[in-house]
């Protein structure tokens, strides 16, 4: 968030997290940057007062909670975005099934060991659940270290 909001001066950042010490952290990474709000505490899950927004931008999350939170994220990209707004993921995601890479597998097999609700999503099933929710996906960049980052557009 703190790198966005400097390389974008012009635009402003709504961060967002639930946990009261993530918010801190928040914060406290991004103090002193005029283009970022304070954040809110908003769950995917859970209702949300907002207006309509250009982007969403989501990283490393929908791996470390549960199904329902990825669920809801997608209904609220679907419902808050802009007509041609996106929604950008980024992180670890299985394809078909089958994980991308040696080092993803055993970072799945460590997620589910600390949370079984927790683990690495396949970008087929989120694509799908997309779908319902009125997201088409536009894009998938490959990153480093077996991440990937995956762009979804609202059109309408
Ligand atoms: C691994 S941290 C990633 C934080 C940050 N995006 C980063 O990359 O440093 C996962 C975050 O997801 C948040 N989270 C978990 N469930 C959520 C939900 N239902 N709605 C919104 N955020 C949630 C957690 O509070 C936590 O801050």
Redesign the pocket.
């Known amino acids: ?1 703190a790198y966005f909001a400097k390389t974008y001066p012009h635009i402003v950042f709504q961060p ?4 009261r010490d ?1 918010r801190a952290s928040i914060a406290a990474w991004t103090d002193g940057l005029e283009n970022v709000n304070a954040p809110l505490d ?4 859970k209702n949300w007062q907002i207006a309509s927004v250009d982007a969403f931008i ?4 929908i791996h ?3 199904w ?2 990825c669920e ?2 997608l209904s609220k990209a679907g419902r808050h975005l802009a007509s041609n707004g996106i929604l950008y993921l980024y992180g670890p995601y299985k394809h078909g099934g089958r994980h991308t890479a040696q080092s993803n597998a055993k970072f799945d097999a460590d997620l589910r060991h600390r949370n079984a609700e927790w683990g690495i999503r396949d970008l087929d099933d989120i694509t799908a659940t997309a779908v319902v929710h009125g997201l088409t996906l536009d894009a998938t960049v490959q990153m480093p270290a077996n991440n990937l980052s995956v762009i979804y557009r609202r059109v309408v």
């Open positions: 968030m967002s997290d639930p946990d993530h908003l769950d995917t899950t989501c990283v490393n999350m470390i909670a549960p329902s939170a809801g994220l």
